[in-house]
């Protein structure tokens, strides 16, 4: 069993990790965080666990990408989501040399890669930015139990003001009609839902209800379609650690998604939900220590899905 | 429960699927195959139900994947197969606009892809082929509980004479130094443990092998390293079904490998090993009518791994 | 000799190949050109023909291109230039499988794709748009000896309020520093270049500057720099005819510019300045008429470069 | 004029360009090259000059492409040629982000890339490779004027040995249907044809027949259809310096093709056939010092076509 001496001993075992990352450097806002720290969630649903920096407050960046999926499912329906973003991890027909032979770039990939994720926001219903960030507001407090999540305006605007590759995506979502209305906005909305400060607990928290099917055991309240929980999981199995998904996946094999602010969100299904923050990054995006905890907790109490 | 009724009703209602699907063609031995053939069985270690045309012998063709891989990883371990071939469904970083940007095909992305299990192929242990492919014939022998496997010569013969397409990415793994010896050597192994041919029942056994993570629970023993079951799961869920893995991930969620001779081979982790056999296939090489009966299988009896 | 009885009998042979094409229809104001349009204007320096509706304006577009590279070599210089802007034609190393294998987008490839087009626009020199489009017409103003050349307002306005595909280069070549500045103003002063209005005259004199290594023989002036001169020739002929330019430089084998508003500006190398509009394309983006009109005139009268 | 004082104070100053390359290393028979060695012949078909290595012998390699592909067009003409291989520099649609978005391998670009190369030689007429490799040396033969040219053996048998990229390329054409017959008869003709060896003065002769447009001024013969020299110009002009063509047009001017045993074949029209040989290599593998002398001869004589 999952206990505060077990979480204790991890973090003070794996912290020694995160001087092997550096801290994202896109944006002077996450340049600032401290390159040591490293933080867990543990939930259960009847107890949580806390060690390290768990409550240190980070920005969620891509962690937001199957939470706001789920939303645009539940505002959309799957026929209008999936007409406009792919479900594949990988378009390679079977006898492919090298991948874009015969790829013709109509939809994104999936929902976890930048352009993905850009059309999903877009797809979140509300009259203004405003309205649309309230309900992804609420809607992530709602999972996480906890009103006090908010965006970061300071890293919104960095964001914001360096963001031209994703500015790039936009315009081009646009011009495949992926994207309809102005694509400021629907940056500003990504943006935004980029800069929600969390922490662990958050994470663990939300990551709980979505090992959960979408359901909440306490209150005994469904808060996400069943479905769409899956849907999530999966992509998060698929392709939730940037291009080290496949690697993760053997390694740990718990759906997870993680994001350059240091954070993983981690679901094993019907057991615990995990929140990690170790913002020391590898090359891929993924927190170093962060990835390495998880593979030990996995491993000492079976959490893979491919047990 | 799954029970012969059942099995045998699932089979009557999915048949005019087949309908919607073409027999492979690529080679005159595939074309020869009927279209309208479906079949099943379902193993769960104690009983097995069998039902439709499950007794009729087809090549294994891709379905050979992750059976010679973990072949490959008893023979090499870990840390040679995966130097020299990825893990990775998707090698997209994640703000990539369109895939080969940054992509230098310094290997195959991972062991599911013809340029993988080619690689792959040419690491099994042998003086020469003959040993090689017995050596792969006893592996699935053992794991099929069955010695009347073997490999089909026209159709070996038939995929070596049209295979330019594989000589080509042979070739290619040549120069980049993936594989050693004789190319030609090589693909014809490749091409004869394609050729091997099995049934529904046959696939049924080693996908509860693979389920069990390696274990016969009948004999009481490991056949397979469980570290390397487990890698072989997470391939067939991540990339098992060609450019169609992200969707069958998300509506099925068992991991599963399919061949373009009709078959495919689904581990429902601790619980069931299935063969399917429908040679009519989609454009992606997926079996039509299969795919949507593992699909109602799946749902009826909650077999997703994301459950 | 070319004389005006040449020219007409021409015009008349090769008006009936309009009706193999189509105008372009991106944007609407594009849309209303007349399809069965041909006209040329043919300059020696001493005298001029033309026939046909060579009086009629339409929007230059990319024939814009090797105008205003010319301009920015004089603005920035040669190395400043090519330090953001490749010159080459294809990117292909010799053994190249397929073309991305290797390719990193750091800059566009050559000044005479769109991506390279918009980067040369953002090197000209001005204090803001209106001072720099002052400075592109008076260029062209002075290559035509033609005063009365202006950007269409409605051109301008459409190209801006469709032009995504344009957005999503501008914001990545400002992502990977090609650009400085506002992207939405280098695109304007793009958009305005793309929409002055030239006809068949001012093509037919521009062409001859450039044909004549800059040097205007009837004033004695060197307009632009021969080394410049020579340098747009070159892209002329390499990149001038979108991905038909390999086959024009076979079958026409003159340094050519077209654009999608049907113009064809030619500088037969030390004998003719030739302009030629014909609205209807192929699918290219070439004028179908002009295009044969040119094979024959450089057939008629030896004009090739490689003769 | 160019006259035996300026060639020798040419080569004595370009000489020391030699040490900024690199002799070709993938095969063991080349790496034997002397990396010093510079050597020129320019020819005007009345007088010829020589100066520093002109007399020792090298493999012709990627020079042979021009010539091979005349001959398969005097075999097969226009239409069976460019049927099968394309004619374009570029394959890029003016508004491509990136190149290969919608590119589809059915065909090679152009004839001096090796895939088109390799497909150029599969047409030449001949019942069996000797006689199709002595048609070749005979047509090289005649256009230099000399009998003695012959295949090195070692060159051949070592390029055979290492050339998997070739054969790589060699099957993929075999499935996408551009070559017919054994693909390994192909690439003997096409690695045999590679090592023919010639010396200055050889290529000197042969760039001046195909300067003067196939016709032979000594003699009064036209040894190429008029038409072909021209084809064969053109590709020499838009990609016969690798992915360095663009540079070299605009910095030299005359259409060329190099090789990576340290020849360069050009041929400025009407004037001279210029043969280069300087196995010293760049990284895009066109010799370095022979590069330079070449934009030094054609600035001090104006040979660039775009003069």
New interface residues.
């Given amino acids: 069993m999952i206990d505060q001496a077990y979480l204790d001993s991890i973090i003070k075992e794996y912290k020694r990790y995160t001087i092997e990352g550096q801290v994202a450097d896109y944006i002077p806002e996450l340049k600032k965080m401290n390159r040591g720290d490293l933080g867990i969630s543990v939930y259960d649903g009847e107890k949580v666990f806390s060690s390290g920096n768990w409550d240190k407050k980070f920005t969620i960046q891509?962690v937001s990408k199957p939470l706001v999926l789920m939303l645009a499912l539940i505002d959309q329906g799957e026929d209008k989501i999936f007409e406009l973003v792919?479900?594949?991890?990988?378009?390679?027909?079977?006898?492919?040399?090298?991948?874009?032979?015969?790829?013709?770039?109509k939809k994104p990939?999936?929902p976890?890669?930048?352009?993905g994720a850009i059309t999903i926001s877009s797809l979140i219903k509300g009259k203004d930015n405003e309205e649309k960030i309230n309900r992804i507001l609420g809607f992530i407090r709602l999972l996480a139990d906890n009103e006090d999540i908010h965006v970061n305006k300071d890293v919104f605007l960095s964001e914001k003001e360096t963001g031209?590759?994703?500015?790039?995506?936009?315009?081009?979502l646009?011009?495949i009609r992926c994207i309809e209305g102005s694509?400021e906005e629907v940056l500003d909305l990504y943006f935004m839902q980029c800069s929600i400060e969390v922490n662990t607990l958050d994470l663990a928290k939300m990551s709980l209800i979505i090992a959960n099917?979408g359901f909440n055991k306490q209150t005994g309240e469904q808060l996400i379609p069943k479905k769409y929980a899956?849907?999530a999981?999966?992509?998060m199995?698929?392709?939730g650690m940037?291009?080290?998904?496949?690697?993760f996946?053997?390694d740990v094999?718990i759906?997870s998604k993680s994001g350059v602010g240091g954070g993983i969100m981690s679901s094993a299904?019907?057991q615990y939900g995990i929140g990690v923050y170790g913002p020391a990054l590898n090359l891929?995006?993924n927190s170093v220590a962060g990835m390495r905890m998880l593979e030990r907790i996995s491993k000492d109490f079976d959490m893979?899905?491919?047990?």
Same sequence: chains 1, 2, 3, 4.
């Fill in positions: 891509s792919g479900k594949e991890p990988t378009g390679d027909p079977f006898n492919s040399m090298i991948r874009l032979e015969t790829y013709t770039f990939l999936n976890m890669i930048n352009a031209n590759r994703n500015r790039s995506l936009g315009y081009f646009k011009d694509v099917d899956k849907i999981k999966t992509f199995l698929t392709c940037y291009d080290e998904s496949g690697q996946a053997i094999g759906p299904p019907n891929k995006g893979s899905i491919f047990l």
